[in-house]
């Protein structure tokens, strides 16, 4: 038994959020999930086992896919309450608790206590820090206590106790020093929420501490993709900009709408307006015709019974009326009767109501979302001219290598004409970036730093192609390295292995980097499955990738333990299935068979060789944004 098999792990979110306005803490918003769900990504690879102490919201705490425990005890008694509560579920020896508003949980919490608790024959062990001048600051909410200890702190509860220090004085206890103080910081406002959210930028290393077992030279590509997520940040900015000039843009905030759509219960047809009361449950039935509705021209009339109204797409019922009939349902007897049989229509039949598709107070669109065409005619129908959009992202791209040269200079021997440039251009151009083209940085490292310095004091992110794999030269990584946070990754994938990111920072400004790879394929690749995604984060959007499903035509070899992306020809099969055949050769470098497929096919990393006929993964390259 590993020594994380013998710790449960508990996340405390059973407080009502007194200080922070009586809300539950641990399902505030904080850099794109909350705080809760940061907990769990922390405290999961620690322990055996996770679960939620909580009084209020169970099924949302639940949707992150743990256990879900309310207090025991009744009248929201505090932490020691959850841990109580814990304890009697507890499967473990041990119990490791957390608070639900700490989401810089250190990722070696559990094996620092564990270690002190054994090396002292402790029964529970507990956090402390001490910042500079300051006396020690303990935080027994981050606490590993042994399972047994359960009677001696529900004896403490019955008899009124609730101070978290309180109840173990007659138990062995030791404190674990812990150096980072603002890993065991507790977010009670949200202001502070806020201003954390805003100010204090994650670390590489905070993010892939949550990776059990995170490694740089095999890193899956969902991992990659994690990381990546998990680390951007979005632009804050937001712009008021008129309707017309939104395409494109995303939405800061939700459009609320102000008017009910459609604005009264209308005809969805042309017809006759009656009372289902009217319809003849068999035989036929006569009715007057007392005049006429037509779309946007509301009347006073008042059909009674055995009375109908002729009324046109859009027109507004009148008073009394439930249902439409259709003008070819029905036998006309001059202007002034009609005759329905039964059976033709049911009460309440081709009637829209009232805010239908929207109602008054409802989002139209959401925060997030990449405005439309169709989104402009939605707005423009609840009479709103201008909308709130994140600004722009900056992006900055040059690509590195002696060897390359721009069009219209003419080849030396050894060298090639720059693709990569005019494809990335093309990637960010068609994501609404507003692009910095820094052209090519020859293999030179002051050339090199110049360049990227001046990227990141220009731009909100920085994407270079060539320059990061294993044959590239060292000053390469030592530069960016040494401007801020990155790292390096082999990732588990064909093409594109090799994969530089992280954030660098020159003269007060940062920029969030991703080195791609050079060859010209692998650039398309790893932009669409890392830079894509992390560049619309940056954006405030939400645009995840589409995969469909179709069926191979022949068969595709495919080494399993790791994914693969080859180029594809997706097309309509004999039987309306959608086929794919893949475009010949896969090499990283040929980048006309790119130019020559609509589609990627995507071979996920547990998968071995794929049979004629097998279904796969396919991204389509029209419609990317």
């Given at each position: 038994m590993t020594e994380q098999a013998s710790i449960?792990?508990?996340?405390?979110?059973?407080?009502?959020?007194?200080?922070?306005?009586?809300?539950?803490?641990?399902?505030?918003?904080?850099?794109?999930?909350?705080?809760?769900?940061?907990?769990?990504?922390?405290?999961?690879p620690q322990v055996a086992s996770v679960a939620v102490n909580a009084n209020q919201n169970l099924d949302t705490y639940a949707a992150l896919g743990v256990p879900v425990w309310p207090d025991d005890l009744s009248g929201f008694a505090?932490?020691?309450?959850?841990?109580?509560?814990?304890?009697?579920?507890?499967?473990?020896?041990?119990?490791?608790?957390?608070?639900?508003?700490?989401?810089?949980?250190?990722?070696?919490?559990?094996?620092?206590?564990?270690?002190?608790?054994?090396?002292?024959?402790?029964?529970?062990?507990?956090?402390?820090?001490?910042?500079p001048g300051q006396r020690p600051?303990?935080?027994?909410v981050f606490c590993l206590v042994k399972a047994?200890?359960?009677?001696?702190?529900?004896?403490?509860?019955?008899?009124?106790?609730?101070?978290?220090?309180?109840?173990?004085?007659?138990?062995?206890?030791?404190?674990?020093?812990?150096?980072?103080?603002?890993?065991?910081?507790?977010?009670?406002?949200?202001?502070e929420l806020h201003s954390l959210d805003t100010a204090r930028a994650p670390r590489l290393a905070d993010v892939t501490s949550c990776l059990s077992s995170y490694d740089p030279d095999a890193l899956p590509v969902k991992d990659a993709q994690r990381i990546i997520r998990d680390f951007v940040q979005p632009v804050q900015a937001v712009e008021q900009v008129a309707l017309r000039a939104a395409l494109g843009r995303v939405l800061a905030r939700d459009i609320v709408s102000p008017i009910n759509v459609p604005a009264h219960d209308n005809s969805a047809m042309d017809g006759y307006a009656l009372r289902g009361a009217d319809l003849p449950q068999d035989g036929q039935v006569r009715l007057r015709v007392i005049g006429t509705v037509y779309a946007g021209k509301p009347t006073g009339l008042v059909p009674q019974a055995g009375e109908c109204v002729r009324i046109m797409t859009g027109g507004v019922m009148p008073e009394g009326c439930d249902s439409v009939i259709p003008q070819e349902f029905v036998a006309e007897e001059g202007e002034e009767s009609i005759v329905i049989a039964a059976g033709v229509l049911k009460p309440g039949d081709n009637r829209r109501f009232a805010g239908e598709d929207l109602k008054a107070g409802s989002a139209a669109l959401a925060a997030g979302k990449i405005i439309r065409p169709a989104d402009l005619g939605l707005v423009a129908s609840l009479g709103i001219a201008e909308v709130p959009v994140r600004r722009r992202l900056r992006v900055a791209f040059f690509s590195t290598g002696d060897e390359l040269r721009s069009i219209g200079q003419a080849l030396d021997e050894g060298s090639v004409y720059d693709s990569n440039r005019y494809t990335i251009y093309g990637m960010l151009q068609r994501l609404g970036c507003d692009i910095i083209d820094m052209g090519i940085v020859r293999d030179d490292p002051a050339a090199l730093?110049?360049?990227?310095?001046?990227?990141?004091?220009?731009?909100?992110?920085?994407?270079?192609?060539?320059?990061?794999?294993?044959?590239?030269?060292?000053?390469?990584?030592q530069i960016m390295a040494r401007l801020g946070d990155v790292t390096f990754w082999k990732i588990g994938m064909r093409p594109g292995r090799p994969l530089a990111f992280g954030r660098i920072a020159s003269n007060g400004?940062?920029?969030?980097?991703?080195?791609?790879?050079?060859?010209p394929v692998a650039v398309m690749v790893s932009f669409y499955f890392f830079a894509r995604d992390a560049l619309l984060r940056m954006m405030g959007a939400d645009a995840p990738l589409p995969l469909l499903r179709a069926r191979s035509v022949g068969a595709i070899r495919k080494k399993?333990?790791?994914?693969?992306?080859?180029?594809g020809i997706l097309a309509q099969g004999e039987d309306g299935v959608p086929q794919v055949r893949i475009?010949?050769?896969?090499?990283?470098?040929?980048?006309?068979?790119?130019?020559?497929?609509n589609c990627m096919v995507v071979l996920h990393d547990g998968q071995g060789n794929v049979a004629a006929g097998d279904m796969v993964d396919v991204l389509m390259f029209e419609g990317l944004v």
């Open positions: 449960s792990g508990l996340i405390l979110a059973g407080g009502r959020g007194t200080r922070m306005g009586q809300v539950d803490k641990g399902l505030q918003p904080f850099r794109g999930k909350t705080m809760a769900a940061h907990v769990l990504e922390r405290l999961a505090g932490p020691l309450a959850g841990m109580e509560t814990g304890m009697r579920r507890c499967q473990t020896e041990f119990l490791l608790t957390a608070p639900c508003d700490s989401p810089f949980l250190p990722p070696d919490l559990a094996a620092r206590l564990l270690a002190a608790l054994r090396e002292q024959d402790a029964d529970l062990a507990f956090a402390v820090t001490q910042e600051q303990p935080h027994p047994s200890l359960l009677p001696i702190l529900s004896s403490y509860l019955r008899e009124g106790g609730r101070r978290m220090d309180g109840w173990y004085k007659d138990v062995k206890a030791v404190e674990v020093p812990f150096e980072d103080a603002d890993a065991f910081r507790n977010i009670n406002t949200l202001d730093e110049e360049a990227l310095r001046s990227a990141c004091e220009n731009a909100d992110a920085i994407v270079t192609s060539g320059g990061v794999s294993v044959g590239a030269a060292d000053y390469t990584k400004h940062n920029a969030f980097l991703f080195g791609l790879p050079g060859n399993s333990g790791r994914t693969e992306y080859q180029r475009t010949g050769s896969q090499g990283s470098g040929i980048l006309h068979s790119m130019s020559e497929a």
